[in-house]
């Protein structure tokens, strides 16, 4: 599948899309790391995918551990409103469109993620969510930021399909994208430094 992302076009989203850090980066907050793009409007959201704490979640949100994902820690989702906590998890099974727990962002088949609503009864989504992986703060991007940072290089754009973005091995992920990208498997949004200088 193509990447329909197009740089200044303002139909065109990431949401969904995987941002793989580049050594171009300069921003410490985002050395080496992959970020899922959960929402692009104006502005972009999304969440570090591939930096665990060793905060865990039987010491933080213990209702939650019988949904979570391994490792079953807390991830640092980013350097915005760190005390804003954003879930993540895959469908145990059909989405019921009518329930406001869980909303798909990733569809595609045998990758579906979605947003879960951590203000929910945890056991109201067994059977509905499972690998459930929670993230302290976000990362956040203001109007034009983002596309601004890929057009000078400083990230590369993957279509998500290229690996699992619940991994349970997530210190191997910046790896695995930046070999998704090299071998041809990833998309990168434009013309900029080659895959392997990154």
């Known amino acids: ?61 213990p209702a939650w551990q019988d949904l979570i994902a391994l490792p079953p820690v807390v991830f640092h989702g980013g350097p915005v409103e760190r005390t804003a906590a954003i879930g993540l998890a895959r469908p145990d099974g059909p989405v019921d469109p009518e329930q406001s727990a869980f909303a798909l962002t990733i569809d595609f088949p045998g990758r579906e993620v979605g947003i879960v609503n951590l203000s929910a009864e945890p056991g109201a989504l067994v059977g509905v969510v499972r690998d459930l992986r929670i993230y302290s703060g976000y990362a956040g991007w203001s109007p034009g930021q983002l596309e601004s940072e890929i057009q000078a290089g400083g990230w590369l754009v993957l279509d998500h399909e290229a690996f699992d973005p619940l991994t349970s091995d997530p210190a191997t992920l910046w790896n695995q994208a930046a070999s998704a990208a090299a071998s041809g498997q990833g998309v990168r949004a434009i013309d900029g430094p080659s895959v392997q200088n990154n």
């Open 1 to 61: 599948m193509a990447l329909e992302w197009r740089p200044n076009d303002p139909y065109s989203s990431l949401a969904g899309q995987i941002l793989v850090a580049s050594r171009h980066l300069a921003d410490p907050n985002f050395f080496r790391t992959v970020v899922l793009i959960l929402e692009h409007r104006e502005g972009v959201l999304g969440v570090v995918l591939n930096r665990p704490t060793v905060i865990t979640i039987a010491d933080v949100v």
